[in-house]
C-alpha cells in the first residue's frame, strides 16, 4: 500500500525567505505525487503534480516541487514567501500500477512570518 | 469557485438526529469522493463512488450511509452519529477513478461540512 510522510506538523518562515516543505513517500510502483494547499475554512485546492518526465515541476502561486526517486521525496518549494502562503499543505501519492487509492499526508502547517 | 459544492457548510445535530449532506460538481467528472478531515490526521477516504457505482468502502461504520443518484450528485447520510464522528467532511471529485486516464489528474475538493455531534 502506498503512504506519505509529512515529518513536521509545522513549518515558521520568515516573509521573503525561501519555503520547504517536505515529503517522502512510499509505494510499490511509479509514484504519482501531488501537492494539495488547504486555506482557513476551504476545501483543498490541487497545487501540482508529478506523472512522469522532468523532476522539477512547477505549479500554482509560485510553487514547485523536485521529484527525488533515490530519497523518495517530493519537497514542495517556494523561493520567496509571502504572508497569503499561510495554510495547511498536504502531499498525496497515489501507485501508478492501478487499483490504487490516493494516500494522503497528515498535513504540514505553514506560518509566515511578517 | 472550486466547481464542487458542498452544503450545508455547518451543521450541529444530536446523536439521535438524522440528517444529510449534499454535495454538486459541475466538472463533468464521472468520479466522486467522501473524505473525513480530522486535526493533525492524514485525510481518510470513507466512499468512492465512479460512474455512480460505489467501488470502495473503506470500513465505513454503517451510520453513515452514501448515495450517488447520477455522477454530479453525492450525499452522505448520517444517523446515530457519535461525538468521534465531528470532523471535516470534504466532497471531491475527478474524471474517473482507477484507470490510466484518471489516476493521474487531480481531485477537485468542495470547502466541506463542519460537523458537530452533541
Known amino acids: 500500500a502506498q503512504s506519505v510522510a509529512q515529518p513536521e506538523d509545522q513549518v515558521n518562515v520568515a516573509e521573503g525567505n525561501p519555503l520547504t516543505v517536505k515529503c517522502t513517500y512510499s509505494?510499490?510502483?511509479?509514484?504519482?505525487l501531488f501537492w494539495y494547499v488547504q486555506y482557513p475554512n476551504r476545501g483543498l485546492q490541487f497545487l501540482l503534480k508529478?506523472?512522469?518526465?522532468?523532476?522539477l515541476v512547477k505549479g500554482s502561486y509560485g510553487f514547485e516541487a523536485e521529484f527525488n526517486k533515490s530519497q523518495t521525496s517530493f519537497h514542495l518549494k517556494k523561493p520567496s514567501a509571502l504572508v497569503s502562503d499561510s495554510a495547511l499543505y498536504f502531499c498525496?501519492?497515489?501507485?501508478?500500477?492501478?487499483?490504487?487509492?490516493?494516500?494522503f499526508g497528515k498535513g504540514n502547517q505553514v506560518v509566515v512570518i511578517p | 469557485e472550486t466547481g464542487v459544492t458542498q452544503t450545508p457548510r455547518h451543521l450541529v445535530m444530536g446523536m439521535t438526529n438524522k440528517k444529510s449532506l449534499k454535495c454538486e460538481q459541475h466538472?463533468?467528472?464521472?468520479?466522486m469522493y467522501w473524505y473525513k478531515q480530522s486535526a493533525k490526521k492524514p485525510l481518510e477516504l470513507m466512499f468512492v463512488?465512479?460512474?455512480?457505482?460505489?467501488?470502495e468502502n473503506n470500513s465505513v461504520p454503517s451510520r453513515f450511509s452514501p448515495e450517488c443518484p447520477n455522477s454530479s450528485h453525492l450525499f452522505l447520510h448520517l444517523h446515530t452519529l457519535q461525538p468521534e464522528d465531528s470532523a471535516l467532511y470534504l466532497c471531491?471529485?475527478?474524471?474517473?477513478?482507477?484507470?490510466?486516464?484518471?489516476?493521474?489528474?487531480?481531485?477537485?475538493f468542495g470547502d466541506g461540512t463542519r460537523l458537530s455531534i452533541l
Open positions: 466538472l463533468g467528472h464521472n468520479a
Open positions: 509505494v510499490s510502483g511509479n509514484p504519482y
Open positions: 463512488y465512479n460512474f455512480k457505482e460505489q467501488t
Open positions: 498525496a501519492v497515489r501507485d501508478s500500477r492501478g487499483n490504487n487509492r490516493l494516500a
Open positions: 471531491a471529485s475527478s474524471p474517473t477513478e482507477g484507470d490510466a486516464v484518471g489516476d493521474n489528474q487531480p481531485q477537485h
Open positions: 508529478y506523472i512522469t518526465g522532468d523532476n
